[in-house]
């Protein structure tokens, strides 16, 4: 069965800092993956997915994900953080034919 | 476009309680899914629905939860009788269909908390 492990339960960044988000996979096949923002009291918010092609993957906020399949990552980055980045992250799995399969996710607080 | 709709917002009741859940998607949306989120923990799949039709329900406790979405479009979740660790956050998304190419769109969600 596929799974996800995001290792970081809480990370704190400075704003303006770079950021990120560590995501490792386990899945026979390529998968599709994915990373979603959960801001409180709001429902998931897709950034970005990968399902081939480009390893690299840009999605909406500056944000971007690498796909290294030797390592069974997808970790997300940004540059430069700005104090409404502050949320959970989610990163997601899916193999084409099951129902997504979410991590346990990454609060992200972002400092002065 | 109006979003995923979600009611109530919060809702308290006592173990052994029924409450239940509605979720309106997206117009035109054919995909529905409901996910509960255990506090610290991601998303898990409930029940996933094609039009008013259950796709997947293998994570669903059918003793005690039940769902429907009869012409659908409207969705209920239903927990009868609740116990404590039901609580959780109830998140409905939906999409234009099962294809994983298409974005699932959720709502805000109804947080259960269960005395």
């Known amino acids: 069965a596929q799974s996800v492990t995001q290792p970081d339960i809480h990370i704190t960044v400075s704003e303006g800092a770079s950021l990120e988000l560590r995501c490792n996979y386990s899945y026979g096949a390529t998968p599709y993956l994915f990373w979603y923002v959960q801001s409180p009291g709001q429902g998931l918010q897709l950034l970005l997915k990968y399902f081939s092609g480009d390893t690299l993957v840009q999605g909406i906020k500056g944000f971007e994900a690498e796909f290294k399949r030797s390592q069974s990552s997808f970790n997300l980055r940004k540059p430069s953080v700005h104090w409404s980045d502050a949320a959970e992250y989610f990163c997601?799995?899916?193999?084409?034919?099951?129902?997504?399969?979410f991590g346990k996710g990454t609060r992200l607080s972002v400092i002065a | 476009e109006a979003g995923v709709a979600q009611s109530p917002r919060y809702k308290i009741i006592e173990k052994r309680q029924s409450v239940a859940f509605w979720c309106n998607p997206i117009?035109?949306?054919?995909?529905l899914y409901w996910y509960q989120q255990i506090l610290g923990q991601g998303p898990k799949l409930l029940i996933q629905f094609q039009n008013n039709g259950v796709v997947d329900d293998s994570q669903l406790p059918k003793d005690r939860f039940s769902a429907e979405r009869l012409k659908g479009v409207d969705s209920t979740l239903k927990i009868q009788p609740a116990k404590l660790e039901d609580s959780a956050v109830y998140l409905c998304a939906s999409t234009l269909d099962r294809s994983s190419y298409n974005e699932q769109f959720f709502g805000p969600g109804t947080r259960l908390t269960v005395l």
């Open positions: 997601a799995v899916d193999s084409g034919n099951t129902p997504l399969v």
């Open positions: 117009s035109g949306h054919a995909t």
